[in-house]
């Protein structure tokens, strides 16, 4: 797969997507009376992803665009998997991205509808139960050149069918034994139209919304179309990987709308759901499935589902996303009908362009030297900076100053040539960000040769705000004070995988993660991050991250995991771009 470049979009009018110019088209022609309902119809086996957010962002965006609804639908037909851990996540993390929906259903409201048209089905001769196993059916299907064999079970009478499958449902048939299959066409140069199987037999675990009620469970191709049409969906719009399943999706509309229609919808005969498919997201130096984000996290490898690094809504929440961010991600993007792979660094470069705007600049040393200003008399003072340079109107911040400060171990040299701009003695002014000008005077150090604190002394007619302020340096340099300066353990998170597509390589996956997407460190930060010590602010029940940009370090976040004792930042991204280069 091509990795396509992006190129940031400007504020200019966006064209439609093909989706909307569908949606537009069905409007213009009043097809199902003018009604626009979608649904996101996530299966509740694992957490949302950034790529579930590109399908969040499609269905919410075409019922907000419209005037519609877009409904969220568990489509939970799988007990062996699924979870109510997994719902409440779901509804959390859409939340979270802003959206807010119409209902909430579940497939397995449906259940017992589905299993009545089942039961029509093969009364009317449509489906019959076959007790060929998983690996035998699959024998037979052909290829597409070539027609399948029938089941010998393919012709079994009406009656017996009906015995066998109230069976299985009532649990006496074993897991696997039997399945129900629709009868439609073995010789189909669509596969999927060769005797799909409709319903399997799933005894091994209860479900998490109807315990044991159960003993059968509708496939995905009986469930899903059926579960729209109940509901009255129009545009039921999913990934380009189901557009071979369309026509069997129009086949079973077909059995019991139009002029089949039976009343299980309250919308006519008219009406129908018709599918649409667009373009999965896919991402460099990541993974995309629930299925292997499931094994990193039962691993170890990662710590969980919220893992800064994972891909997940809730991962990308904690590395510092935001939802506008995201959002953004994905109308550059766009919606096609070719699958391509996206390259990683615009959603950095999306991430930066946005915090650049609203995160507050704060002071943070990551290697830090003592300095002392021999000549500062006092207690020291609190200072005034902006929360961004140039811009009052986004706050302002108190920082203390005083006689002990912390600075970056690299920004004095004890003997340096006339290239560096920074900290040495020998009378060249620096100035210390939002203070005071100084000149180093001298250094001591220990045994070992290594500097433990640095002399200065400053220019009390100096300070940034006053007139003495506007005297220029070469060089500023950034300081957390002693006294009221705060430890961080500030987590530097990288990318999880060395390779631009895991997915493709050779080999296990899991060999393939980067080994330096985290390092920690312990910075001196100065004491306005001391706020965040005190319990998260919640708005509209959600609680608000707080993104900070630490001058010359990039953008972090405060982490959860911070206690009134303990601050911790994670890095959200660095402050160089290299997505355009
Ligand atoms: P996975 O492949 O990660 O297990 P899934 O497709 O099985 O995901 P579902 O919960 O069934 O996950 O997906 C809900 C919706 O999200 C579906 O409509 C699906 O098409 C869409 N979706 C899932 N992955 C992506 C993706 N990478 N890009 C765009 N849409 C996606
Ligand atoms: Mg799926």
Redesign the pocket.
Known sequence: METETIVPAGKEEKSLNFIEQIVEKDLAEGVNDGRIQTR???????Y?????????C??FGIAEKYNGICNLRF?DTNPAKEDTEYVETIERDIRWLGFRWGQIYYASDYFQQLYDLAIRFIKEGKAYVDEQTAEQIAEQKGTPTEPGVASPYRDRPIEENLRLFEAMQRGEIEDGKMVLRAKIDMSNPNMHFRDPIIYRIITTHPHHRTGRQWNVYPMYDFAHGQSDYFEGVTHS???L??EVHRPLYDYFIDQFSGPNFCGLSPYGPDYRPKQRE?????ITYTV??????LQLVQEGLVAGWDDPRMPTVCGLRRRGYTPQAIRDFMDRIGYTKVEGMIDQGLLEHVIRENLKETAPRVCAIFDPVKLIITNYEGEGETLTAENIDGHDELGTREIRFGRELWIERGDFLEEADNKFFRLSPGGREVRLKSSYIIQATGCEKDAEGRITTVYATYDPDSKSGTEGGNRKTKATINWVECRSGLDAEVRLYDRLFAVENPAAEEGDFRDLLNPESLKVVTAKVEGALRSELHAPVLVDGIEQENHYQLLKQGYFVVDPDTTSEKLVLNRTCSLKDNYLK
């Not at 667009?278 to 896919?282: G, Q, S, T, V």
């Open positions: 996101f119809p996530p299966e509740p086996n694992g949302l992803h950034i790529g579930h957010v590109k399908a969040i499609m269905d489509d719009i999913c990934t990987e189901f667009f373009n999965r997201l896919n995309m499935s629930k299925r292997k984000m």
